[in-house]
């Protein structure tokens, strides 16, 4: 599969979902403690008795600044099928720690995305609707480009 659309769309494209990376990284990266509190309560990489807090800590300090790498990158187009691909398995991996937490009945007050302060959104349907816009969006700038009028690629 490969895209079609003019190339204006993909910038634009890249520019909207790059500066929702960028937005989402900053307040994390003022507050990596409130932000490791969010992680701890998706009770995903710990910390409990069989996981110690370091691997939910490294996380909650490391995410945010590959998230602000991953938007300057969307942004000015630099590896833009490269970011795009990084952008997916992000959310991916977002979506599967949302639904996760949503099967095991974990009452996340907020998902940590855009704020580490109360008044973040919750984990819902909600959140998996907007963050699955947002992997469609990632897919289609990962997708290889063609010329117009070539054949398509196999």
């Not at 639904?99 to 580490?116: M, P, Y």
Request: hydrophobic share 55%; glycine share 10%.
């Amino acid at each position: 599969m490969s895209r079609t659309l003019p190339a204006v769309f993909y910038r634009i494209l890249g520019i909207g979902l790059g500066a929702i990376f960028l937005w989402a990284a900053y307040p994390k990266i003022q507050e990596p403690r409130e932000f490791a509190r969010i992680v701890y309560h998706y009770r995903i990489l710990g910390p409990n008795q069989q996981v110690p807090p370091v691997l939910a800590n490294t996380f909650a300090v490391t995410l945010p600044w590959v998230e602000a790498v991953l938007g300057v990158l969307l942004v000015s187009g630099l590896w833009r099928r490269e970011a795009g691909l990084l952008a997916a398995l992000l959310l991916v991996m977002f979506l599967m720690a949302v639904g996760w937490a949503l099967a095991h009945h974990i009452d996340v007050e907020h998902c940590g995305c855009f704020s580490v302060s109360g008044e973040g959104r919750p984990a819902g349907v909600g959140l998996l609707v907007g963050d699955s816009l947002m992997l469609a969006a990632a897919v289609l700038l990962a997708l290889p480009a063609r010329a117009k009028g070539a054949p398509p690629s196999s």
